[in-house]
């Protein structure tokens, strides 16, 4: 089971999916590693652990 981020600022999970400038479909959070952004509000840093939950 993979987890899954959630932005500590809006609330976004990785799952979702938002419209980009593009009009293109994209997850609502993008990771590089340990360090996240969000496309919904544009948090940029580190989530903590207790943001992350197993997804189902």
Do not use: H, N, W
């Amino acid at each position: 089971m993979a987890e899954v981020m959630t932005c500590p600022e809006c609330g976004a999970k990785e799952d979702e999916t938002v419209k980009s400038m593009f009009s293109v479909r994209e997850p609502a959070i993008r990771r590089q590693g340990e360090y996240a952004e969000c496309v919904k509000c544009g948090f940029q840093g580190r989530i903590p652990k207790s943001l992350l939950s197993e997804k189902q």
